[in-house]
């Protein structure tokens, strides 16, 4: 079984969708789910700067419609999904559980309010790559900081306000290097609490289906059948803890073969090559990656 991956924010960089545009009818694709969004996804997608993309409103829907865009472009029937942080979004699309204006409709949604979210109190994120991970987590409590994400393979992504991420980057933990993170806030913490509340009341407009493939969530890494489950699980997770460490453990329990990345792939290829070693993956970032993710879906299938 392959396992197919959606990555989340803070993997988009300027341009990246411009190669994909060269596919027969992604142009139109990405006219259309930007019209859902209500965003000009092409645009932003090729020709806008680096801060603009970073924006967490313009973010998180460009990351959902690529996800989008490369999973058909695979051209082949996926068995098994699971998406980082917004890249759940991206999931529960290509899983059958929103369709694709839903989809992108919620997404939009999710990045305005976490932005108004995030502008409330300055706040942002951190990677904590390596040093023991006891000795990590105390240091960020003592400092006040949480543990948004635990992404497995030595990376712990610490979130909370300015002075306290620049109290880590200053003494960081024992044997651990602290790397910034280019996001506008401290998602999937309690900073997130009020987007929570507007992501909730649009949820209750949505009608989920469940899910056609394996879906796993990142609330705890479990798999997940029915689809109002993974919607609400969508709408807590913008101010819970993405738990990407307990998402790869289900993969191998699940037995996957395979790991293919959508676009804009590259950092959960990099996490899986030290949570999941020995399974062989493909970053899906250009269309010149098709054809090594297609081989390894026919290969393993």
């Not at 009608?207 to 919607?231: C, H, I, K, M, Q």
């Not at 792939?265 to 949570?275: D, E, I, S, V, W």
């Amino acid at each position: 079984m392959i396992v197919v991956v959606a990555p989340g924010q803070g993997s988009q960089s300027p341009g990246f969708l411009e190669p994909w545009l060269e596919l027969d009818g992604v142009r139109e694709r990405l006219e259309a789910l930007g019209r859902a969004a209500g965003l000009d996804l092409v645009a932003l997608g090729t020709t806008a700067d680096a801060e603009t993309i970073r924006r967490t409103e313009i973010a998180q829907p460009l990351i959902v419609a690529a996800g989008i865009v490369t999973a058909a472009a695979l051209e082949r029937p996926v068995e098994a999904i699971a998406g980082h942080s917004v890249g759940e979004v991206t999931a529960a699309v290509v899983g059958g559980v929103l369709s694709d204006v839903d989809g992108m409709r919620l997404v939009a949604t999710r990045g305005r309010a976490m932005a108004e979210a995030a502008a409330a109190v300055p706040t942002g994120m951190s990677a904590v790559v390596g040093g023991d991970e006891q000795v990590v987590v105390d240091r960020l409590a003592e400092l006040g900081l949480t543990p948004a994400n635990r992404n497995g393979g030595g990376q712990i992504v610490a979130a909370g306000e300015l002075p306290a991420l620049d109290a880590l980057r200053t003494e960081p933990p024992k044997g651990a290097r602290v790397i910034p993170l280019q996001v506008a806030g401290a998602f999937h913490t309690e900073y997130m609490a009020p987007a929570v509340e507007t992501l909730r009341a649009f949820a209750g407009s949505l009608s989920p289906a469940d899910p056609a493939v394996r879906l796993w969530t990142n609330r705890d890494g479990s798999e997940v059948t029915a689809g109002s489950a993974f919607l609400d699980l969508l709408v807590g997770q913008v101010a819970s803890p993405v738990r990407w460490d307990r998402c790869m453990e289900s993969f191998a329990g699940a037995g996957i073969t395979g790991l293919v990345e959508l676009a804009p792939a590259g950092t959960l290829t990099g996490l899986a090559k030290r949570g999941l070693k020995g399974v062989p993956t493909v970053a899906v970032k250009t269309p010149s990656d098709l054809a090594a993710a297609r081989d390894l879906l026919d290969r393993i299938a």
